[in-house]
């Protein structure tokens, strides 16, 4: 897959080797059946779990879309911690190895080191298990996140990389993750399967993950419309039609949905204007986009819809916002929950279904046979029958027209990960690559 730079800054791959130590990795515990872990919910716009390293209780997004474990370390001097962050000095099982590396987030670059450790999930362990420590980071977000890790989760190897991933060591070659949509409420991520289970086959639809490297679905005929209908409304072209087809990514360490500047274009042109006291809600149209082979999905306006309070950000409409273009005041606000982003696929230009995705589709991810299966979210996260009509729960279910509260200063955009060499300045330090 080909990434191009665009608003929301993302770096190349550079292919690389890293030096290996003379090891054997041991997978201590793998899970019987499924695991069902808790995701904890912060401002509806960071999900993040607890995990183990080298015995040390560290907390983490599991983010989809990237594929290495990075985890802020205390070898980061200047690093703030609002959580606590690993220590290699506290841990019997580290193992050093010390090949560099700067990966480059679309929240920021940073500096890693990479070691070996014993890294538990639940039930889970796996010692000598691959991992970089932050050394040095321009990540905004992680200065002031309930997170301190990011625990790839993606279908292969990462850019360049041999080590096995985490999902690899604990023998996961299926996993689901859902969000509840109720404002605050926690998700859930299951280590095993769901959609491949014979009673649960039924309730899911399946399309192929076309991407080497990201959970990548075809998309096309994306617009603005009534919820129960599958076609566009008169004289609405859809966006990624047949001629022009789209590719989306289904990452659960993306706050919102990220898409072309160009598409945001046109779809605000099918939007009514969002009433910033969020009360026209109830008016607003569905969201529709088809993957796959044809399958249909919708998205009612609590999913594309945000209202950030007390937000420290300034803007001459909420399009600037949407833009990433604020200056500072205080906000009570809604807006459209989308992030822009220009990034160019083989399949065609690239989306990103962010957390909101989540919140409506219980979604299972199958290494093995490289599909992605999409079912109903049920109001406990329970896997329920897809329909391609959605039209029952869309308009019987009033919190479908209520918008979820965000702290902007939380937000993560895309999470998208590719590693290069680290860069160093004159004096040292690390150089922003943007």
Aim: glycine share 8%; with cysteine; proline share 7%.
């Amino acid at each position: 897959m080909k990434y191009c730079l665009g608003v929301v800054a993302l770096g190349l791959a550079s292919a690389m080797r890293h030096g290996s130590n003379l090891r054997t990795q041991k997978v201590d515990k793998s899970p019987k059946g499924a695991y069902r872990q808790v995701l904890y919910n912060h401002q509806n716009v960071q999900y993040f779990a607890e995990f183990h390293i080298g015995g040390q209780p560290i907390m983490g997004i599991f983010d989809t879309g990237s594929f290495e474990l990075l985890t802020r370390s205390t070898r980061c001097t200047h690093c703030k911690n609002p959580t606590p962050a690993y220590d290699h000095t506290k841990s019997d099982s580290y193992i050093n190895n010390g090949s560099m590396v700067q990966h480059v987030f679309g929240s920021g670059p940073c500096v890693s080191m990479l070691g070996y450790e014993t890294v538990e999930v639940g039930p889970m362990t796996s010692s000598n298990q691959a991992f970089w420590e932050i050394t040095d980071h321009q990540i905004p977000v992680m200065d002031q996140a309930k997170f301190a890790a990011i625990v790839g989760i993606g279908p292969a190897f990462g850019f360049g990389n041999k080590e096995k991933t985490l999902l690899m060591s604990y023998g996961i070659e299926e996993f689901s993750v859902c969000l509840q949509r109720e404002s605050g409420s926690h998700g859930y991520l299951t280590w095993g399967p769901v959609a491949s289970e014979e009673t649960k086959k039924a309730d899911f639809v399946t399309v192929d993950s076309l991407g080497t490297h990201h959970w990548t679905a075809a998309m096309t005929g994306v617009f603005f419309g009534p919820s129960g209908k599958h076609t566009p409304p008169k004289g609405v072209k859809p966006i990624c039609g047949s001629d022009k087809p789209c590719a989306a990514i289904v990452d659960s360490g993306t706050s919102l949905i990220a898409a072309p500047t160009e598409h945001l274009i046109a779809l605000s042109a099918m939007l009514p204007p969002i009433n910033e006291d969020c009360s026209n809600l109830h008016s607003l149209p569905t969201l529709h986009l088809t993957m796959g082979n044809g399958h249909h999905f919708t998205l009612p306006p609590s999913a594309y819809v945000m209202r950030i309070r007390g937000g420290q950000m300034q803007a001459n409409n909420v399009w600037d916002i949407l833009f990433f273009k604020p200056k500072i005041r205080k906000m009570n606000v809604c807006m459209p929950a989308f992030m822009a982003m220009d990034m160019q696929s083989d399949e065609g230009q690239l989306w990103i279904l962010g957390m909101p995705w989540f919140r409506y589709y219980h979604t299972s991810f199958n290494r093995k046979n490289k599909e992605i299966h999409f079912a109903k979210a049920g109001a406990g996260c329970e896997a329920l029958p897809y329909k391609p009509n959605m039209t029952a729960f869309l308009d019987t279910n009033a919190a479908d027209y209520v918008p979820f509260d965000v702290e902007v200063e939380s937000l993560i955009p895309p999470t998208l990960s590719s590693m290069l060499e680290p860069k160093k300045q004159p004096n040292g330090k690390m150089m922003e690559v943007l």
